[in-house]
């Protein structure tokens, strides 16, 4: 799989957008990019994923370059509950449900 | 509709002791998958099972083992335990594995081994 870079981590105030980045350069034509976040003390959960064209849903929005070598989550209306680490990830749709995770970001909401 | 249930929550075993940890995954999942969280390694993927088959596998060692049952439930399995496999193991479950949008993941067990 493609490996990914993203900032350790972030600061963003309460109400405001938060756009957190990812970089894939190595990313194949066959790879979606997903995101994930992890809340402290919880598994992971999905957040969104896309291939080559925006995506946007209940969550949050998912910008993909035109060369697709980089991508930006944005939640909207970052609230503290959004606190948690962000983890971009690239896989192809034949992995299974098998995702390699890298550091991920960490996402501080403050008041 | 339950979400993924792993069993126990917390556990602490000694060293050269063995471990089985359960997840239940969410009805009608076949796939599931286990993960090792640690604070110097991240997540990291374990294995995969899918119709009670290990379909896809990571870079362990030997130790660490799974199997899935019929009714999907897996339990995975660490001998000898080294002060190393302290850690949260996550379960992740969905339906078909391949080309499923959304893998969902359970509270996790943690484990510490003294």
């Known amino acids: 799989d493609a490996k990914t870079t993203q900032p350790t981590s972030m600061d963003c105030a309460e109400g405001r957008a938060a756009n957190l980045p990812c970089n894939h350069s190595?990313?194949?034509?066959?790879?979606?990019v997903y995101w994930y976040r992890q809340i402290h003390s919880q598994g992971p959960q999905y957040i969104i994923h896309?291939?080559?064209n925006n995506e946007t849903n209940e969550m949050a929005s998912l910008i993909i370059t035109e060369d697709r070598k980089s991508s930006t989550l944005i939640l909207p209306h970052a609230t503290l509950r959004d606190t948690a680490v962000y983890y971009c990830?690239?896989?192809?749709?034949?992995?299974?449900?098998?995702?390699?995770f890298g550091g991920g970001t960490r996402l501080m909401v403050k008041p | 509709k339950a979400g993924v249930t792993q069993t126990p929550r917390y556990l602490i075993k000694t060293r050269g002791q063995q471990v089985t940890l359960s997840c239940s995954p969410i009805?009608?999942?076949?796939?599931v998958s286990w993960y090792q969280q640690t604070p110097g390694q991240g997540l990291q993927f374990l294995f995969e099972?899918?119709?009670?088959?290990?379909?896809n596998k990571g870079n362990f060692p030997g130790r660490f083992s799974g199997r899935q049952f019929s009714n999907s439930r897996s339990e995975m399995n660490v001998s000898t335990l080294e002060l190393g496999d302290s850690a949260l193991y996550l379960c992740?479950?969905?339906?078909?594995?391949?080309?499923?949008?959304?893998?969902?993941f359970g509270q996790g067990t943690r484990l510490t081994v003294v």
């Open positions: 992740a479950s969905s339906p078909w594995g391949v080309a499923d949008t959304e893998a969902f």
């Open positions: 190595t990313i194949s034509g066959n790879e979606y």
């Open positions: 896309g291939l080559k």
């Open positions: 990830i690239v896989r192809p749709d034949y992995a299974g449900n098998m995702l390699t």
């Open positions: 009805s009608g999942h076949r796939s």
């Open positions: 099972y899918f119709s009670e088959t290990q379909r």
